[in-house]
């Protein structure tokens, strides 16, 4: 099997003044636009240099031609890739734009790459691998040879209807070389019934075939990206890796840091720490669990951890990032959606009654805590939208505060509480005072 190892690399910050947010959204924008262009001619299994700074990590005796955005390379030659955070000096962040075939038969999986990401491409597959399944249509069952022949040793029977993965044939494709608990073996085509074009699968040499390529390249990948702190403004998004489906109706698989993620949608992967993982759905669904039994719907988080062999799951769903996601460089994706509104890293719970907010002291930063139910607003008033009710027992970090017809809080841009029904500690008298926002038109 495959020995598949978590990188653990150091991301370095650059250590510099905070940007100006109007300049810092405005470099973005320009690294987008130019990945948006450079790159709309990237093929499946191929990999685009979007936007500066990024390196490539070849293969052993591989030769790549991939030092300016714009540059596009075969997936399947490297070892793996990085890009990098934003350069004080160039203005520049780092973009990457790769197609992955996955278990596509037709179309790929967007995966973009952008900020201080590392990543290991833990598929050996040579090429353009794909790994599908197929359905024994023949009445009397089939039988798996040892040999791609019928006087081949019998090495399993499947019985009508059972699914199985095919992961090559012979180069006349009448037999399929595909996966039984245990081992491989070939099976006649004409037994099987598939929903695709058996041109897809990679020809296998029957008399040599080699070890079988479980995942595709970039399918299964390692990946460390560095903290959400280290942004160079707020308007700035997070380093990670966002990967997409074709559509919401195909079930896609892609392995990160050895979690197996079945999905269709839209995926945020970050490590928020060493040996940490976050899954956010943005858009459609994921499956995990024991048997992939739970789903995880848009706007949840998933956090992994590892407890020294493995990741495993260290919470349960929970809201994910909405006020960080809106900065993401979603534009590059082909598929346009709404982000769900969600409250994560805004709201946190607390105990009411058991003196939380008697320990904060004075000087401390602002927070602002509730424990009866409250409505938070897009505005500073009660002629803003509402955004959600919330019960009682959450705090918040305020960053601003504004006066309306009494005085409110700025949980995060576009979130406001009224002062009024909660209890504060720290130094809230110290926040800024903002003007209220325009009304929503209409």
């Not at 320009?30 to 990590?57: F, H, I, K, M, R």
């Not at 994921?286 to 988080?301: F, I, P």
Request: with cysteine.
């Amino acid at each position: 099997m495959h020995k598949i190892s978590l990188i653990i690399v150091m991301l370095l910050a650059i250590s510099a003044p905070a940007l100006a947010q109007d300049d810092c959204a405005l470099l973005f924008q320009e690294a987008v636009d130019a990945t948006q262009q450079l790159c709309a001619d990237t093929g499946s299994n191929q990999l685009c240099y979007g936007s500066a700074p990024a390196a490539p990590d070849p293969r052993p005796n591989v030769r790549l031609v991939w030092a300016e955005p714009g540059d596009i390379v075969d997936a399947a030659a490297l070892a793996g890739f990085s890009t990098g955070a934003f350069d004080l000096e160039s203005g520049d962040w780092g973009i990457a734009l790769a197609k992955v075939r996955a278990n596509l038969p037709e179309d790929a999986v967007t995966m973009l790459t952008f900020g201080a990401v590392r990543v290991e491409n833990a598929s050996e597959a040579p090429g353009d691998t794909v790994r599908l399944e197929v359905t024994v249509q023949a009445t009397d069952g089939a039988n798996v040879r040892a040999e791609a022949a019928e006087s081949g040793p019998l090495s399993d029977i499947l019985s009508f209807g059972q699914h199985v993965d095919v992961i090559g044939r012979t180069a006349d494709s009448e037999w399929l070389w595909v996966i039984v608990p245990g081992t491989t073996g070939w099976v006649l085509a004409s037994l099987m019934q598939a929903d695709f074009d058996l041109d897809v699968l990679p020809v296998v040499d029957p008399e040599n075939p080699g070890w079988p390529y479980l995942f595709g390249t970039l399918q299964e990948f390692n990946f460390e990206s560095a903290s959400p702190d280290e942004r160079p403004c707020a308007t700035a998004p997070d380093s990670g890796i966002l990967v997409q489906t074709p559509d919401t109706d195909r079930e896609v698989i892609l392995v990160a840091n050895t979690l197996e993620l079945h999905f269709a949608g839209t995926l945020w992967l970050q490590t928020p720490a060493p040996a940490e993982v976050n899954i956010s759905v943005l858009e459609g669904y994921l499956w995990y669990g024991e048997e992939r039994g739970q789903t995880l719907n848009a706007g949840e988080r998933l956090h992994y951890s590892y407890d020294g062999r493995r990741l495993t799951l260290s919470t349960q769903p929970e809201e994910y990032a909405f006020v960080r996601a809106r900065y993401l460089p979603l534009p590059l994706l082909p598929r346009e959606f709404a982000l769900p509104f969600a409250l994560g890293d805004v709201l946190f719970p607390f105990e009411p009654g058991a003196g939380f907010l008697t320990s904060i002291p004075l000087d401390a930063a602002c927070v602002a805590a509730w424990a009866g139910d409250v409505n938070l607003r897009s505005g500073p008033g009660t002629n803003y939208p509402l955004r959600r009710g919330v019960p009682g027992g959450y705090y918040a970090y305020p960053d601003a505060r504004a006066i309306n017809g009494g005085v409110w809080w700025r949980l995060a841009d576009g979130i406001w509480v009224a002062a009024d029904v909660t209890v504060t500690a720290g130094a809230c008298g110290a926040l800024p005072l903002v003007d209220p926002p325009p009304l929503p038109n209409g």
